[in-house]
């Protein structure tokens, strides 16, 4: 028997237990009480066991864990209204007309079983809840942490991860019941494979998706997917070399014959240099750039301009030593930065040429105020506001847009949609922006466009 079936089971058996014994003792201390908590305790014990009532059927392991981790706190809020009303019916009546009868130390012996039973439930459904939900994050997780203990602070926190987990899970199951009836649909079939190509200070991580969860629902739709693999931070030369000595192999080992290439920010530009100068053109497809400086940034001017070299060498060399530790070769983060400032960009764009035959389109977001951004987005977004207007917390808007067809994205009110947003960077479900559906969306057009 494998560890949680036992420790489900153990579970079981301590409410039984429980069940037992309150029965018995309110049953004697207050007659005609005991088969109401007897019949409560029941359908603890088998919530516990198997807590599989309020939410429909869900489609995954994960979504399972959470959905009964929700049923019980559900089931403990409920508890909770019963007790209250169970408290003023029967034993209010009796405290206020002194009619204990010596019956009082049996009633203290049941609340202190129902406590222990409480807490079985409880915490059998915030462990699960918090193991599972990928919603709530690190900052619910703390706070709850944190205030659990805080009268009532700890009740509204409990209805807040009710509901962030409850919203999760009916996101979540929708989207694996949709991807499960158009599975048959292909939609993101495409003739040629998709490359992702990474931006800016990051790197392809097996264990950590610098693309969130956007390439299992490729993968799940249809797609074949490749990564850049190239360094973090280099210039556009030398990240733009890379790409195309990438490109040219997996064409080579696969006989794909070209590529779907999607780029990142600075990836954006990697790619257009490895395009049109490294003879990379042959092997793509298309380029669809997502939130690139293809003008650059001015903020990114005013930064190299006004912090002294030598504090822009102790930067720049920690984080090449870091990187290099992470698998880079060469990192080099002064020549990455200096290649997004908006000078050296315009000279870029007088060079780099779009190449005939391949289709370049673009896409950009706009971050709707800076507080709704996560960090550091929502530090940088009013110094790039100030230089380069609406933007997506690092990229100005005029910087966005490049080639045959350009798509300008964001949310109403307050939220918008981040530079990160637009690779899932936080895993975080936004209203009015699904980005899984976005980028499947995005390759079924690739697909119907014969590519």
């Known amino acids: 028997m494998k560890p949680r079936m036992i420790a489900v089971n153990l579970v079981a058996v301590i409410g039984i237990a429980a069940a037992a014994g309150t029965y018995y003792i309110v049953k004697n201390a207050v007659p005609g009480a005991g088969l109401i908590l007897a019949a409560g305790w029941l359908v603890t014990v088998l919530m516990v066991i198997s807590p599989d009532f309020l939410y429909p059927q869900v489609m995954s392991r994960r979504l399972k864990i959470l959905r009964n981790g929700l049923n019980l706190l559900v089931l403990f809020c409920m508890s909770i209204l019963l007790l209250l009303a169970f ?23 049941s609340l202190l079983v129902i406590v222990l039973v409480m807490s079985v439930v409880f915490f059998s459904g915030m462990i699960r809840v918090y193991i599972s939900s990928e919603q709530l994050g690190i900052k619910w997780r703390l706070i709850g942490l944190l205030c659990g203990m805080i009268p009532i602070v700890h009740l509204i926190l409990l209805f807040k991860i009710i509901i962030v987990s409850s919203r999760e899970l009916d996101y979540e199951n929708l989207r694996l019941i949709n991807d499960m009836e158009r599975a048959d649909e292909k939609l993101c079939d495409t003739v040629y494979p998709v490359l992702l190509v990474h931006g800016v200070f990051f790197r392809d991580f097996k264990y950590f998706n610098y693309w969130g969860r956007i390439p299992k629902a490729l993968e799940s739709n249809g797609a074949v997917l490749y990564y850049g693999e190239h360094q973090s931070a280099a210039s556009v030369e030398d990240c733009g070399r890379e790409l195309a000595a990438r490109i040219k192999d997996i064409v080579t080992q696969t006989g794909c014959g070209k590529l779907n290439v999607i780029a990142h920010s600075k990836g954006g530009l990697d790619m257009r240099y490895a395009i049109s100068e ?15 400086p293809h003008r650059g940034c001015e903020f990114a001017d005013y930064l190299l301009d006004k912090i002294p070299a030598k504090e822009q060498q102790l930067i720049a060399d920690a984080y090449n030593d870091a990187f290099k530790n992470l698998g880079d070769e060469h ?11 908006h000078s050296v960009c315009a000279l870029f764009n007088e060079k780099v040429k779009d190449v005939p035959g391949v289709l370049y389109q673009s896409i950009g977001s706009k971050l709707n105020k800076g507080s709704s951004g996560r960090f550091p987005l929502n530090m940088s977004y009013l110094l790039v506001s100030y230089f380069d207007g609406d933007n997506d917390g690092l990229v100005g808007k005029d910087s966005f847009e490049w080639g045959s067809s350009y798509r300008y994205l964001t949310v109403r009110g307050n939220r918008g949609i981040s530079h990160g947003d637009m690779i899932d960077l936080n895993r975080e479900n936004i209203p009015e922006f699904d980005v899984r559906e976005f980028y499947i969306r995005l390759v079924n057009d690739l697909k ?3 590519l």
Do not use: E, H, Q
């Open 331 to 341: 990192p080099d983060f002064m020549a990455a930065v200096t290649d997004l400032t």
């Open 448 to 450: 119907k466009a014969g």
């Open 278 to 292: 490294c003879g990379a053109d042959k092997y793509v497809a298309s380029l669809t750039t997502i939130n690139t």
């Open 87 to 109: 408290a003023v019916k029967i034993l209010l009546p009796l405290w206020m007309a002194r009619s204990f009868d010596g019956r009082l130390p049996m009633l203290l012996k």
